[in-house]
């Protein structure tokens, strides 16, 4: 990883923590919002740490697994990350599913957190 530039760096190992701590326990990703992030869950919005935790806590499965299929990640002009994920996911016995997620991280007190968060399965209906 050391000839990877800094931010991919950075944006992996995010990455690779947050649904580490999603699939094992998702109750700890309190500490990786502030009380300013946003979530846009499948076009739902929640705004702050409270409400965010809230969200994930309450969706209906007991296991998840994540399987990620492609990850990028961009410095912006404000020195935070912004990083998209492709993957696939495996909640208790429903069919494997595509997704899609967005963060944009920002280092706040030497620590990167989450400032904005979207996700949206990828489905399509062609009706």
């Not at 409270?50 to 961009?74: G, N, R, V, W």
């Not at 904005?116 to 009706?127: K, T, V, W």
Request: charged share 15%.
């Amino acid at each position: 990883m050391g000839d990877k530039p800094i931010w991919e760096q950075i944006g992996s190992s995010f990455i690779q923590h947050y649904y580490q701590l999603f699939d094992n326990d998702r109750t700890q990703l309190g500490a990786i919002y502030i009380d300013a992030s946003c979530l846009t869950w499948e076009g739902q919005q929640f705004q702050g740490k409270a409400a965010i935790m809230e969200k994930l806590s309450s969706l209906p499965f007991q296991k998840i697994q994540h399987s990620i299929t492609a990850q990028d990640h961009q410095p912006t002009p404000e020195s935070c990350i912004i990083s998209m994920v492709v993957g696939q996911l495996k909640a208790d016995e429903d069919p494997i599913m595509g997704f899609h997620q967005m963060f944009l991280l920002k280092n706040i007190s030497d620590a990167w957190v989450c400032t904005n968060d979207m996700f949206r399965l990828a489905l399509h209906n062609f009706g």
